[in-house]
């Protein structure tokens, strides 16, 4: 009955890496890797924190880290990170009641988190620099 | 039992398992949907509580020490920064707990990694609390 030679017949699921890249397999690592991020990024308001808690000279020190070109970057991009993650965040909330598989809505729901994520670090910070005329 | 909820793997499967495991239902981890849970329900409560962040870091970057103090040490704030950090500290060792599992196959690996994610994970978030405390109940 079996045939020990049909192997090559049998379906293979395609490996990852001659898939054409589709925004939900983008999405869905990006969730996880902005999730990791912020994990580490945590690590940013444990030293702004505990500086505060400290006293004005090592606020000085954290402040300056955080003012330079490099730190401005990296809380431009922790920034992004979290929106990213949060509007990834709402789309596994509505997916949790059963809504929203087919592929349209998956694809219309990946988009929009992309661009959100982008408009709303944009807005905040417009916002924060704007608050002190800075633009 | 003819009060099958769902289709079992096979005969002999259906044969050891118990209804009262069935109704259970916990799952080979016995945790259940525990971790889902308690996953989503941070994520929620992370949800404000990060906008809150967002927003008093864009209001108080730049400011001198004496205003970034005096900020912090409004009850309401403090509170809300607690909040945050029980809610995101929860929330993010339960995530990389999930990245580990996913990813290291080896069991002493893993078990170290994910010894090592809530090492990481509480001292974050124990830094975080203590300085929130510290500035909370200082003297004015
Ligand atoms: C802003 C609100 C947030 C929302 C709505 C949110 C939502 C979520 C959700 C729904 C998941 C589960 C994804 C899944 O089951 O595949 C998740 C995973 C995760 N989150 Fe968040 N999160 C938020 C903030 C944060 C923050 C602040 C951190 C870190 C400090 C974080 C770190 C993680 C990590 C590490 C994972 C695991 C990623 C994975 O398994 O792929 N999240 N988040």
């Not at chain 2, 196959?105 to 090492?119: A, D, I, Q, T, V």
Request: hydrophobic share 50%.
């Amino acid at each position: 009955m079996a045939d020990a030679n049909v192997r090559h017949e049998r379906p293979l699921s395609p490996h990852i890496g001659i898939y054409r890249r589709q925004i939900n397999m983008v999405m869905s690592i990006l969730h996880r890797i902005t999730g990791a991020a912020l994990y580490f990024g945590t690590v940013l308001l444990a030293a702004w924190l505990i500086a505060i808690a400290q006293g004005p000279k090592a606020f000085d020190t954290v402040n300056t880290l955080f003012a330079h070109p490099l730190g401005l970057l990296v809380m431009f991009g922790y920034t992004w990170a979290l929106m990213h993650h949060m509007f990834g965040g709402f789309r596994h909330f509505i997916w949790d009641t059963g809504r929203g598989f087919d592929l349209g809505t998956v694809r219309l729901l990946g988009w929009l988190s992309i661009l959100g994520s982008m408009a709303a670090t944009v807005a905040i910070w417009g916002v924060a620099l704007r608050m002190r005329g800075m633009i | 039992m003819s009060t099958n909820l769902r289709p079992t793997a096979s005969p002999t499967h259906a044969a050891i398992r118990t209804p009262l495991a069935k109704v259970r239902g916990l799952g080979s981890a016995k945790e259940g949907t525990d971790h889902f849970w308690k996953q989503r329900v941070t994520a929620l409560a992370n949800v404000p509580l990060t906008l809150f962040l967002v927003g008093l870091i864009a209001r108080l970057a730049g400011s001198d020490y004496a205003t970034v103090r005096a900020t912090l040490q409004q009850p309401l704030i403090a509170i809300l920064l607690l909040l945050l950090v029980l809610s995101g500290i929860h929330h993010m060792r339960m995530g990389m707990q999930t990245i580990i599992e996913d990813y290291v196959p080896r069991e002493g690996r893993k078990l170290g990694l994910l010894m090592l994610n809530s090492f990481f994970a509480y001292s974050a978030g124990l830094t975080c609390i203590f300085a929130v405390l510290k500035l909370a109940f200082a003297a004015q």
